[in-house]
């Protein structure tokens, strides 16, 4: 009789785990994706994904302008004269 689907599997992910090549997977058995980069606004303390550029300027335009310029907000996204 040859060895079922289910069996097979789980001899390619024991003989992964032992070679430690096995990306982690889900219970239903999708991958874990990596979390994505954030940085957070010296302002006010809010977490955003830092490659969205846009996202991050729209969020600064939300504080004063002449007191917090997206410069001041995200230092390491947006270097300028505001962060000296």
């Given amino acids: ?3 079922s689907k289910k069996s097979k599997i ?3 992910h024991r003989k992964a785990e032992a070679a ?3 990306a982690p997977v889900k219970p239903n058995g999708l991958p874990v994706k990596a979390p994505k980069p ?3 606004c ?3 303390r809010k977490e955003i994904v830092n490659t969205n550029l846009k996202q991050l300027e729209l ?3 939300t504080h004063d302008q002449k007191v917090w310029p997206k410069e001041k907000c ?3 996204e947006f270097p300028g004269t ?3």
């Fill in 42 to 44: 010296v302002n006010c």
């Fill in 74 to 76: 995200w230092p390491k």
């Fill in 82 to 84: 505001a962060a000296a």
């Fill in 59 to 61: 969020h600064a335009e």
């Fill in 10 to 12: 789980q001899r390619e």
């Fill in 1 to 3: 009789m040859p060895i």
């Fill in 20 to 22: 430690g090549t096995r």
């Fill in 38 to 40: 954030t940085s957070i």
